[in-house]
């Protein structure tokens, strides 16, 4: 694993929103795994604001995110639908872009389409990833075993908590999402993680320094062939010495 200790936040989200345009010069047909979170939103912004000075053209990228709310429409405005468009998707010209669809019902038949467009696509080749607090990655929470497709989950409390600033109500929180799976995440070509503050030293520690462990989603990264973190000081303070 490559890791990039940067200053704060801003600095992270440069040196991301930097890989990510290196990936686009390079392969400028490419398939970008996005996230959402406010991990991100830095990293968002620094590509809109080099997309507007002609230094990046995303004409012929296509986008998969990693989650969806079950149950909110795309117009509410914290599914992630909105959040990618009014943070990324509605400011640059990215070809084509895709979500799993929080309306649909039947969750099986629409995790099953969502793994078959990843693989018609021909995969991802670059993943960004943000990272919760109790080690999740897309929604993929703490469990028994990794998921390896797009599947439902119930949301944990932590997680519910976490997300509830969010919403006018904690009871607003939707309680389900779909994610795609650990095995759908480890295919991506290229990992870039990016991770930010003293309230996550913990957890990134636990994910990149510890065991191997579905209770902590995030650390069978470690077993992925090229993966970058990107963090600010905060959240590297308390790593093995
Ligand atoms: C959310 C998202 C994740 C995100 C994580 C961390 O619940 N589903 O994809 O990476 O939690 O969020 P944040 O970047 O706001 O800390």
New binding site residues.
Partial sequence: MKIYKTKNYDAMSRTAANIISAQVIMKPNCVLGL??????IGTYKQLVDWYNKGDINFAQVTTVN??EYRGLTRDNDQS?YYFMHKNLFDHVNIKASYLPDGTREDAEEECHHYEEIIRSLGGVDLQL?????NG????NEPADHFPKETHCVD?QER?IE??KRFFASIDDVPRQ?Y?MGIGTIMRARKILI??S?ED?ADIVRDAFFGPITPTVPASILQLHPDVTLVADEAALSRLPQ
């Fill in positions: 996230a959402t979170g406010s991990s991100p990693l989650d992630y990833l943000g990272l919760g607090h999740h990655i897309g929604f949301l997680t976490a997300n999402a994610t990016i991770v503050g996550k």
